[in-house]
Protein backbone atom coordinates (compact mmCIF):
# COMPACT_ATOMS: atom_id res chain seq x y z
CA UNK A 1 0.00 0.00 0.00
CA UNK A 2 1.49 3.86 -0.97
CA UNK A 3 1.40 5.85 1.41
CA UNK A 4 1.31 9.47 1.40
CA UNK A 5 4.23 9.73 3.03
CA UNK A 6 5.78 7.53 0.43
CA UNK A 7 4.15 9.47 -2.86
CA UNK A 8 5.70 12.66 -1.47
CA UNK A 9 9.04 11.04 -1.14
CA UNK A 10 9.28 11.10 -5.06
CA UNK A 11 7.96 15.12 -5.16
CA UNK A 12 10.55 17.73 -5.50
CA UNK A 13 10.02 20.67 -3.04
CA UNK A 14 8.28 23.05 -4.14
CA UNK A 15 6.66 20.94 -6.85
CA UNK A 16 3.36 20.30 -7.11
CA UNK A 17 1.71 17.17 -9.57
CA UNK A 18 -0.82 18.06 -11.70
CA UNK A 19 -2.86 15.20 -12.98
CA UNK A 20 -5.24 15.23 -16.25
CA UNK A 21 -8.17 13.91 -16.01
CA UNK A 22 -8.65 11.40 -18.90
CA UNK A 23 -4.69 11.72 -20.57
CA UNK A 24 -4.44 8.29 -20.51
CA UNK A 25 -7.90 7.42 -22.27
CA UNK A 26 -7.16 9.95 -24.82
CA UNK A 27 -3.25 8.70 -25.45
CA UNK A 28 -4.74 5.39 -25.82
CA UNK A 29 -7.29 5.88 -28.25
CA UNK A 30 -4.98 7.70 -30.13
CA UNK A 31 -2.86 4.81 -29.80
CA UNK A 32 -5.66 2.11 -31.00
CA UNK A 33 -6.83 4.63 -33.72
CA UNK A 34 -2.99 5.05 -35.07
CA UNK A 35 -3.07 1.07 -35.29
CA UNK A 36 -6.24 0.72 -37.04
CA UNK A 37 -5.30 2.78 -39.45
CA UNK A 38 -1.90 0.81 -40.00
CA UNK A 39 -3.99 -2.09 -40.71
CA UNK A 40 -6.20 -0.96 -42.75
CA UNK A 41 -3.13 0.42 -44.75
CA UNK A 42 -1.51 -3.19 -45.37
CA UNK A 43 -3.42 -4.61 -47.61
CA UNK A 44 -3.30 -1.41 -50.07
CA UNK A 45 0.28 -1.36 -49.71
CA UNK A 46 0.69 -4.93 -50.46
CA UNK A 47 -1.58 -4.68 -53.22
CA UNK A 48 0.25 -1.85 -54.91
CA UNK A 49 3.73 -3.54 -54.26
CA UNK A 50 2.69 -6.36 -56.10
CA UNK A 51 1.08 -4.51 -58.95
CA UNK A 52 3.31 -1.37 -59.65
CA UNK A 53 6.87 -1.45 -57.35
CA UNK A 54 7.82 -5.07 -58.30
CA UNK A 55 6.77 -5.23 -62.02
CA UNK A 56 8.78 -1.78 -62.51
CA UNK A 57 11.63 -3.56 -60.60
CA UNK A 58 11.20 -6.35 -63.67
CA UNK A 59 11.03 -3.64 -66.28
CA UNK A 60 14.07 -1.75 -64.87
CA UNK A 61 15.93 -5.28 -64.21
CA UNK A 62 14.95 -6.79 -68.05
CA UNK A 63 16.11 -3.87 -69.68
CA UNK A 64 19.55 -4.37 -69.48
CA UNK A 65 19.19 -7.80 -70.56
CA UNK A 66 19.37 -9.47 -73.67
CA UNK A 67 16.21 -11.64 -72.67
CA UNK A 68 14.63 -12.72 -76.30
CA UNK A 69 11.95 -15.86 -75.54
CA UNK A 70 12.28 -18.02 -78.37
CA UNK A 71 16.09 -18.35 -77.08
CA UNK A 72 15.89 -19.48 -73.47
CA UNK A 73 19.82 -19.38 -73.17
CA UNK A 74 20.14 -15.26 -74.05
CA UNK A 75 19.05 -14.24 -70.84
CA UNK A 76 22.22 -12.12 -69.78
CA UNK A 77 23.06 -8.63 -68.77
CA UNK A 78 24.30 -6.13 -71.85
CA UNK A 79 24.49 -3.16 -69.68
CA UNK A 80 23.38 -0.38 -72.11
CA UNK A 81 23.29 -2.12 -74.53
CA UNK A 82 19.76 -2.04 -75.48
CA UNK A 83 19.05 1.93 -74.76
CA UNK A 84 22.54 2.28 -77.32
CA UNK A 85 20.31 0.20 -80.00
CA UNK A 86 17.52 2.52 -79.27
CA UNK A 87 18.81 6.11 -80.15
CA UNK A 88 21.71 5.04 -82.44
CA UNK A 89 20.30 2.20 -84.90
CA UNK A 90 16.43 1.97 -84.39
CA UNK A 91 14.90 4.40 -86.93
CA UNK A 92 11.95 2.64 -86.20
CA UNK A 93 11.95 3.91 -82.62
CA UNK A 94 12.58 7.35 -83.72
CA UNK A 95 9.21 7.09 -85.70
CA UNK A 96 7.15 5.71 -83.12
CA UNK A 97 8.14 8.70 -81.11
CA UNK A 98 7.68 11.23 -83.85
CA UNK A 99 4.42 9.55 -83.96
CA UNK A 100 3.35 9.61 -80.89
CA UNK A 101 4.12 13.46 -80.59
CA UNK A 102 1.71 14.19 -83.56
CA UNK A 103 -0.92 11.70 -81.84
CA UNK A 104 -0.48 13.87 -78.57
CA UNK A 105 -0.65 17.42 -80.38
CA UNK A 106 -3.50 16.24 -82.28
CA UNK A 107 -5.42 14.86 -79.30
CA UNK A 108 -5.28 16.35 -76.68
CA UNK A 109 -5.48 20.52 -77.10
CA UNK A 110 -9.09 19.31 -79.44
CA UNK A 111 -10.17 17.06 -75.83
CA UNK A 112 -9.22 19.89 -73.93
CA UNK A 113 -10.71 23.25 -76.00
CA UNK A 114 -14.15 20.92 -76.91
CA UNK A 115 -14.15 19.90 -72.94
CA UNK A 116 -13.75 23.23 -71.57
CA UNK A 117 -16.29 25.13 -74.30
CA UNK A 118 -18.89 22.46 -72.98
CA UNK A 119 -18.48 23.01 -69.86
CA UNK A 120 -18.49 27.12 -69.72
CA UNK A 121 -21.24 26.42 -72.01
CA UNK A 122 -23.81 24.72 -70.13
CA UNK A 123 -22.77 26.35 -67.02
CA UNK A 124 -23.47 29.56 -68.29
CA UNK A 125 -26.36 28.48 -70.29
CA UNK A 126 -28.66 25.62 -69.30
CA UNK A 127 -30.05 26.52 -65.87
CA UNK A 128 -33.17 23.89 -65.39
CA UNK A 129 -31.45 20.70 -63.20
CA UNK A 130 -33.42 18.29 -65.33
CA UNK A 131 -32.26 19.54 -68.48
CA UNK A 132 -28.59 19.98 -66.89
CA UNK A 133 -28.56 16.38 -66.10
CA UNK A 134 -29.78 14.64 -69.54
CA UNK A 135 -27.35 16.76 -71.28
CA UNK A 136 -24.44 15.55 -69.00
CA UNK A 137 -25.68 12.03 -69.68
CA UNK A 138 -25.95 11.83 -73.11
CA UNK A 139 -22.22 14.03 -73.50
CA UNK A 140 -20.25 10.85 -71.47
CA UNK A 141 -21.73 8.16 -73.33
CA UNK A 142 -18.76 8.14 -75.88
CA UNK A 143 -16.41 7.69 -72.22
CA UNK A 144 -18.57 4.81 -70.58
CA UNK A 145 -18.31 2.38 -73.66
CA UNK A 146 -15.98 0.08 -73.43
CA UNK A 147 -12.82 1.17 -76.07
CA UNK A 148 -12.59 -2.00 -78.02
CA UNK A 149 -16.27 -1.29 -78.76
CA UNK A 150 -15.44 2.45 -79.83
CA UNK A 151 -12.23 1.46 -81.67
CA UNK A 152 -14.65 -0.95 -83.51
CA UNK A 153 -17.38 1.64 -83.89
CA UNK A 154 -15.19 4.10 -85.58
CA UNK A 155 -13.44 0.86 -87.53
CA UNK A 156 -16.76 0.58 -89.47
CA UNK A 157 -16.89 4.71 -89.85
CA UNK A 158 -13.62 4.52 -91.81
CA UNK A 159 -13.71 1.50 -93.89
CA UNK A 160 -15.86 2.91 -97.05
CA UNK A 161 -17.69 -0.35 -98.08
CA UNK A 162 -19.54 -0.77 -94.43
CA UNK A 163 -19.05 2.78 -93.59
CA UNK A 164 -22.59 5.15 -93.50
CA UNK A 165 -20.23 8.37 -93.51
CA UNK A 166 -18.95 7.00 -97.02
CA UNK A 167 -22.53 6.43 -98.15
CA UNK A 168 -23.59 9.86 -97.06
CA UNK A 169 -20.50 11.27 -99.15
CA UNK A 170 -21.30 9.08 -102.21
CA UNK A 171 -25.15 9.91 -101.76
CA UNK A 172 -23.99 13.68 -102.18
CA UNK A 173 -21.83 13.25 -105.32
CA UNK A 174 -18.43 12.82 -103.63
CA UNK A 175 -15.71 9.90 -103.19
CA UNK A 176 -15.05 8.46 -100.07
CA UNK A 177 -11.70 8.17 -98.44
CA UNK A 178 -10.00 5.65 -97.86
CA UNK A 179 -8.52 7.06 -94.35
CA UNK A 180 -7.35 3.30 -92.92
CA UNK A 181 -5.01 3.20 -95.33
CA UNK A 182 -3.71 5.99 -96.24
CA UNK A 183 -0.19 6.94 -94.68
CA UNK A 184 -1.34 10.91 -93.99
CA UNK A 185 -5.24 10.19 -93.00
CA UNK A 186 -4.78 6.86 -90.50
CA UNK A 187 -3.68 8.54 -87.89
CA UNK A 188 -5.91 11.62 -88.36
CA UNK A 189 -8.67 8.79 -88.11
CA UNK A 190 -7.16 7.17 -85.25
CA UNK A 191 -7.01 10.68 -83.48
CA UNK A 192 -10.74 11.88 -83.93
CA UNK A 193 -12.11 8.27 -82.62
CA UNK A 194 -9.68 9.19 -79.62
CA UNK A 195 -10.97 13.21 -79.51
CA UNK A 196 -14.71 11.75 -79.50
CA UNK A 197 -14.15 9.07 -76.70
CA UNK A 198 -11.99 10.85 -74.33
CA UNK A 199 -13.25 14.75 -74.34
CA UNK A 200 -16.40 14.13 -72.01
CA UNK A 201 -13.57 13.03 -69.07
CA UNK A 202 -12.05 16.63 -69.78
CA UNK A 203 -15.43 18.46 -69.81
CA UNK A 204 -16.82 16.62 -66.65
CA UNK A 205 -13.47 17.66 -64.39
CA UNK A 206 -13.80 21.11 -66.20
CA UNK A 207 -17.57 21.43 -65.15
CA UNK A 208 -16.62 19.98 -61.84
CA UNK A 209 -13.59 23.07 -61.62
CA UNK A 210 -16.33 25.18 -62.87
CA UNK A 211 -18.56 24.47 -60.04
CA UNK A 212 -16.06 25.14 -57.50
CA UNK A 213 -15.18 28.80 -58.71
CA UNK A 214 -16.11 31.28 -56.27
CA UNK A 215 -19.07 33.75 -57.90
CA UNK A 216 -17.88 37.20 -56.75
CA UNK A 217 -15.04 37.78 -59.42
CA UNK A 218 -17.96 36.73 -62.19
CA UNK A 219 -20.11 39.26 -60.76
CA UNK A 220 -17.61 41.83 -60.41
CA UNK A 221 -16.27 41.64 -64.31
CA UNK A 222 -20.47 41.44 -65.36
CA UNK A 223 -20.76 44.61 -62.95
CA UNK A 224 -17.68 46.24 -64.85
CA UNK A 225 -19.35 45.69 -67.61
CA UNK A 226 -17.43 42.86 -69.43
CA UNK A 227 -18.36 41.04 -72.06
CA UNK A 228 -18.94 37.23 -71.86
CA UNK A 229 -16.09 36.59 -73.99
CA UNK A 230 -14.05 39.07 -71.75
CA UNK A 231 -15.36 37.38 -68.49
CA UNK A 232 -14.24 33.76 -69.35
CA UNK A 233 -10.47 34.88 -70.89
CA UNK A 234 -9.72 37.01 -68.07
CA UNK A 235 -11.60 35.66 -65.26
CA UNK A 236 -12.74 32.26 -65.75
CA UNK A 237 -9.53 30.68 -67.65
CA UNK A 238 -7.11 31.95 -65.24
CA UNK A 239 -9.23 31.01 -62.24
CA UNK A 240 -9.67 27.81 -63.63
CA UNK A 241 -6.27 27.01 -64.78
CA UNK A 242 -5.13 24.71 -61.83
CA UNK A 243 -8.02 22.41 -63.21
CA UNK A 244 -6.90 23.03 -66.77
CA UNK A 245 -3.24 21.56 -65.90
CA UNK A 246 -4.71 18.33 -63.87
CA UNK A 247 -6.57 17.71 -67.50
CA UNK A 248 -4.20 18.32 -69.51
CA UNK A 249 -1.90 16.07 -67.57
CA UNK A 250 -4.10 13.01 -67.50
CA UNK A 251 -4.55 13.35 -71.20
CA UNK A 252 -0.97 13.90 -72.36
CA UNK A 253 -0.71 10.54 -69.82
CA UNK A 254 -3.41 9.13 -71.91
CA UNK A 255 -2.29 9.60 -74.91
CA UNK A 256 1.30 8.03 -74.80
CA UNK A 257 -0.70 4.92 -73.30
CA UNK A 258 -2.83 4.35 -75.77
CA UNK A 259 -3.72 1.04 -77.30
CA UNK A 260 -6.93 -0.23 -77.82
CA UNK A 261 -7.75 2.50 -81.35
CA UNK A 262 -4.39 1.56 -82.63
CA UNK A 263 -4.93 -2.20 -82.11
CA UNK A 264 -7.80 -2.77 -83.73
CA UNK A 265 -8.40 0.48 -86.24
CA UNK A 266 -5.19 0.13 -87.85
CA UNK A 267 -2.76 -2.41 -85.86
CA UNK A 268 0.23 0.25 -86.16
CA UNK A 269 0.06 0.98 -89.82
CA UNK A 270 -0.58 1.24 -93.12
CA UNK A 271 3.38 0.57 -92.28
CA UNK A 272 4.58 2.40 -89.49
CA UNK A 273 2.45 5.55 -90.12
CA UNK A 274 -0.07 4.77 -86.66
CA UNK A 275 2.69 2.95 -84.46
CA UNK A 276 3.24 4.88 -80.95
CA UNK A 277 5.75 4.22 -78.99
CA UNK A 278 3.84 1.92 -76.40
CA UNK A 279 2.72 0.14 -79.40
CA UNK A 280 6.07 -0.63 -80.60
CA UNK A 281 7.17 -2.04 -77.78
CA UNK A 282 4.18 -4.13 -77.76
CA UNK A 283 5.24 -5.74 -80.72
CA UNK A 284 8.39 -6.09 -79.62
CA UNK A 285 8.06 -8.37 -76.61
CA UNK A 286 4.95 -10.10 -77.58
CA UNK A 287 5.00 -10.59 -81.63
CA UNK A 288 9.17 -10.42 -82.00
CA UNK A 289 9.55 -12.17 -78.21
CA UNK A 290 12.25 -9.30 -78.05
CA UNK A 291 11.63 -8.53 -73.92
CA UNK A 292 15.21 -7.01 -72.94
CA UNK A 293 14.80 -4.52 -75.29
CA UNK A 294 11.26 -4.14 -75.55
CA UNK A 295 11.27 -3.02 -71.34
CA UNK A 296 14.30 -0.82 -72.34
CA UNK A 297 11.82 1.04 -75.13
CA UNK A 298 9.00 0.89 -72.56
CA UNK A 299 11.13 2.58 -69.63
CA UNK A 300 12.50 5.52 -71.78
CA UNK A 301 8.46 6.27 -72.01
CA UNK A 302 8.23 5.92 -68.53
CA UNK A 303 10.75 8.22 -67.07
CA UNK A 304 10.08 10.88 -69.89
CA UNK A 305 6.18 10.47 -68.50
CA UNK A 306 7.74 11.15 -64.86
CA UNK A 307 9.58 13.80 -65.61
CA UNK A 308 6.35 15.69 -67.74
CA UNK A 309 4.07 15.14 -64.86
CA UNK A 310 6.75 16.54 -62.62
CA UNK A 311 6.94 19.40 -64.92
CA UNK A 312 3.19 19.90 -65.00
CA UNK A 313 2.65 19.62 -61.42
CA UNK A 314 5.45 22.25 -60.47
CA UNK A 315 3.16 24.49 -62.99
CA UNK A 316 -0.10 23.98 -60.77
CA UNK A 317 2.02 24.96 -58.09
CA UNK A 318 3.46 27.84 -59.28
CA UNK A 319 0.50 29.00 -61.16
CA UNK A 320 -1.16 29.09 -57.20
CA UNK A 321 1.66 30.82 -55.85
CA UNK A 322 3.05 27.62 -53.82
Given at each position: MITKTQTNLTQRPGEQIERVPGASGRAGWRTARRQF???MLVPSVVLLTLITILPILFLIATSFTSWDLSRPDSLRLIGLGNYLRLVSDDPRFINSLWVQVKYTLLTVPLQVVIGTSLAIYLKSRIRSPWLMEISRSILIIPMVIPPIVAALIWRILFTPPVSILSYVV????GQPLTWLANPRLALVAVAIASVWEFFPFCFL???AGLQSLPSEPLEAAHVDGASGWQTIRHVTIPMLRPTLSVVILFQIVDSI???PLVYVMTDGGPGFATEPTNYYAFQEA???TYIGYSSAMILIVFLFTILLTAF????IQWS???
Open positions: FTRTSLGLLYRTFFSYILRNRGE
